[in-house]
């Protein structure tokens, strides 16, 4: 079968919007009664006042900030944002914390179903089949992406091999041993893994992996294509986030990702004013309302996700909306020397024109009145000095026509640069820093 849920995934798109809207103010009212958020958020809000999506609009976003501070109050650890009985809670999930204090996110035993079947959309999607032994090489600890994988995939009928508590060798192994032939890991460490393979005199392909689910950062077309070079598999790519779940994934035919409907709605509203759906081929900011889960309530969340807005067809047969790529973070997008600067063109440039580089690092300072950006690479150890000195120049002259900067190009010796395993932090703004 070609879908996972065969009704939903063809709905004609006027059938699937009455579905959303109707959801959407079902949600919304729950939330309003249930969760000391929103019955404070919402106070001006009548749900039954809402008529068209664009009544919607008038709603307030939600940020992280808010979910913060409301968890400072009772119910102890979730606060405000819990929209159950506290009793009724059974498992407990938080965000890394990277961007400051933890959201601890409560899911009943209903609400976590809810996840994973969203979750199921974006593994079959991508191929994911009962013949699969997939093989997720983390420890999930209190994490919410794998653990939705791991019982997503059990759901499906693959077979699950947890592969936490081993280092990357040991891994490598257990791949081997047990023949897994799927894998689900952030783009970072399935390149880390193919490097780590190769200086075991494995090769890549030989590890017999067949489909690959990415997650955990942007993933440009250019290392997608690249996971597959190395790995000689199919490499889709998904996006979510802990509080509002995994909302959207990538189908057989690789062009950009569906959104997991009718399961969210999704916004991508122009950044600038935060009030306006942009186009086709415009990029946005995403705003996520998960639509069927009573644990947390979320209304219109502020993803930070920044995506260029897709065609809404598919050769596949899916009725569902589609973001054509995922661009990175507002929080990655900086200004320097009054240009809007993005990480991931960087990324893109090194994974598709320059595989002799093998780790590089992008720092910007402020030297004076003036900001300075510097990348520091690594080669591989098999180029000598002459090809090294070529490398430098083609880098600096192609950063220029891709990101308008004038980039210093500093080699740095093999090794000498840090290695990444589950999120790769390549982009340091050190005006920031300086600022503190
Ligand atoms: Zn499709």
Redesign the pocket.
């Known amino acids: 079968m070609k879908y996972w849920n065969p009704y939903l995934e063809t709905l004609p798109r006027k059938e699937l919007d009455r579905i959303e809207f109707s959801y959407f103010k079902s949600i919304l009212s729950y939330a309003k009664a249930h969760s000391l958020l929103y019955r404070e958020k919402l106070k001006d809000i009548t749900p039954n006042d809402m008529k068209t999506f664009d009544d919607i609009k008038k709603i307030p976003l939600t940020d992280k900030e808010e979910l913060r501070r409301y968890q400072d109050i009772d119910p102890y650890p979730y606060g405000g944002i819990l929209g159950v009985d506290i009793q009724e809670v059974t498992t407990f999930r938080q965000t890394s914390g990277t961007t400051g204090k933890p959201v601890y996110v409560p899911e009943t035993y209903e609400s976590w179903q809810w996840r994973i079947e969203a979750w199921c959309h974006i593994l079959y999607?991508a191929g994911f089949r009962p013949h699969h032994r997939v093989f997720l090489p983390f420890g999930y600890n209190v994490y919410v992406a794998f653990w939705e994988a791991h019982y997503a995939s059990e759901k499906l009928g693959c077979e699950l091999i947890p592969g936490g508590a081993l280092d990357t060798k040991g891994r490598i192994h257990k791949i081997i041993e047990t023949r897994a032939n799927a894998m689900m890991n952030t783009p970072t460490y399935g390149l880390h893994i193919a490097g780590e393979a190769k200086n075991m005199d494995i090769n890549p392909k030989s590890l017999g992996i067949e489909r690959m689910l990415c997650a955990g950062e942007p993933m440009p077309e250019a290392t997608r294509k690249r996971l597959e070079d190395l790995f000689g598999c199919h490499v889709f790519d998904h996006i979510g986030g802990t509080e509002p779940c995994g909302w959207g994934g990538m189908?057989?035919?690789k062009?950009g990702l569906?959104i997991i409907e009718p399961f969210f709605l999704v916004e991508i509203l122009d950044r600038e004013t935060l009030s306006r759906d942009v186009e086709e081929g415009e990029t946005g900011v995403v705003v996520v309302t998960p639509l069927g889960r009573r644990s947390f309530p979320l209304i219109r969340f502020n993803t930070k996700d920044l995506v260029v807005k897709g065609k809404d067809s598919?050769?596949?047969g899916?009725t569902s909306k589609?973001i054509k790529e995922v661009v990175g973070r507002t929080d990655d997008l900086r200004k320097i020397r009054g240009v809007l600067f993005s990480p991931k063109t960087v990324e893109e440039l090194i994974r598709n024109e320059f595989q002799e580089i093998v780790e590089y690092e992008i720092v910007v300072e402020r030297k004076g009145m003036m900001d300075d950006i510097t990348i520091r690479t690594e080669v591989a150890p098999d180029f000598s000095g002459k090809e090294i000195d070529q490398v430098k120049v083609r880098l600096r002259e192609n950063l220029k026509v891709k990101t308008n900067l004038s980039f210093h190009v500093q080699m740095e010796p093999p090794g000498s640069l840090p290695r990444y395993t589950l999120k790769a932090k390549r982009f340091k703004d050190m005006r920031e820093i300086e600022k503190k």
Do not use: I
Request: net charge neutral; aromatic share 0%.
């Open positions: 999607m189908c057989e035919e062009q569906h598919c050769l596949c899916r589609k």
